[in-house]
């Protein structure tokens, strides 16, 4: 694993898209695992930047998101197909039938689990999963618990993942109780894996991430056993690289 610690939370968004931005100029038709949340925001906002001055296009590459929110209208402005139409989607050349996010309104929730994971399947695999990381160590809406599900799933929310993202609803009532996430077996299927976490907040998450100990406690853990997994962190996280990179 490596360990690269930036100055800033606008050094980290500027590294990580030019880190996709390169990977699309080599593999147009790269296939990309993306997350929603607040530490990608940065990244998205410099994609679309790189994108309007002609300097990566999505024309070519497939989309996959992280998980949504069950039972949920994917036009719902608390729908993460909103969050990545605002804040990606419709500000770049991606074709909308590559834009893939699990659908919020599927009748059959586990079918819908089933036919996402067979997607990414059938696209050949993912090539970069860009990842969020919870303060717990979550990793899309895979939480700490003594077992964890490998493939695309329904997952009831916990009290503290409601409590936690239930403001712009109004309401813990108003909220969505269930998610669909990709699994940690999905996850882990990537071919090459950016982590990316900012502020003090997540600094008991990557000292977990960074401690040669996996615990299905932390679902983040696991990521230690990929072979090509990137820690992007700022300064504020609180962790230092001491001038070194973590390599194994
Ligand atoms: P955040 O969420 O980027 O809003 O901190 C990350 C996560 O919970 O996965």
Not at 52 to 57: A, H, L
């Given at each position: 694993m490596n360990l690269i610690v930036k100055e800033s939370y606008d050094e980290l968004s500027r590294y990580v898209a030019g880190e996709i931005a390169a990977l699309l100029?080599?593999?147009?038709?790269?296939?990309?695992?993306?997350?929603?949340?607040?530490?990608?925001?940065?990244?998205?906002?410099?994609?679309?930047?790189?994108?309007?001055?002609?300097?990566?296009?999505?024309?070519?590459?497939?989309?996959?998101?992280?998980?949504?929110?069950?039972?949920?209208?994917p036009?719902?402005?608390?729908?993460?197909?909103?969050?990545?139409?605002?804040?990606?989607?419709?500000?770049?050349?991606?074709?909308?039938?590559?834009?893939?996010?699990?659908?919020?309104e599927a009748k059959d929730a586990d079918e819908e689990c089933r036919l996402y994971e067979q997607k990414i399947r059938n696209s050949g695999?993912?090539?970069?999963?860009?990842?969020?990381?919870?303060?717990?160590?979550?990793?899309?809406?895979?939480?700490?618990?003594?077992?964890?599900?490998?493939e695309t799933h329904v997952v009831t929310l916990t009290e503290s993942t409601l409590q936690a993202n239930c403001e712009p609803f109004g309401s813990i009532e108003a909220m969505p109780k269930q998610a669909l996430t990709m699994g940690l077996g999905t996850?882990?299927?990537?071919?090459?894996?950016?982590?990316?976490?900012s502020g003090a907040s997540k600094k008991f998450a990557v000292e977990k991430m960074l401690s040669s100990r996996i615990t299905t406690d932390v679902p983040a853990t696991l990521?230690?056993?990929?072979?090509?997994?990137?820690?992007?962190?700022?300064?504020?996280?609180g962790v230092s690289s001491e001038g070194t990179r973590w390599t194994r």
């Open positions: 100029r080599g593999n147009p038709q790269a296939v990309l695992c993306l997350p929603t949340g607040n530490t990608p925001v940065g990244t998205y906002q410099e994609l679309v930047r790189l994108h309007k001055e002609g300097r990566v296009s999505f024309a070519q590459c497939t989309v996959f998101n992280l998980d949504e929110y069950y039972p949920i209208d036009s719902d402005p608390n729908s993460y197909r909103s969050f990545m139409r605002k804040n990606l989607f419709d500000h770049v050349d991606i074709r909308p039938g590559s834009a893939n996010i699990p659908n919020g695999g993912i090539d970069l999963a860009l990842l969020g990381i919870g303060r717990n160590g979550h990793i899309g809406f895979n939480e700490p618990d003594r077992e964890l599900l490998l996850i882990m299927s990537a071919k090459r894996i950016i982590v990316i976490a990521l230690q056993l990929h072979p090509d997994v990137t820690l992007v962190i700022d300064k504020a996280v």
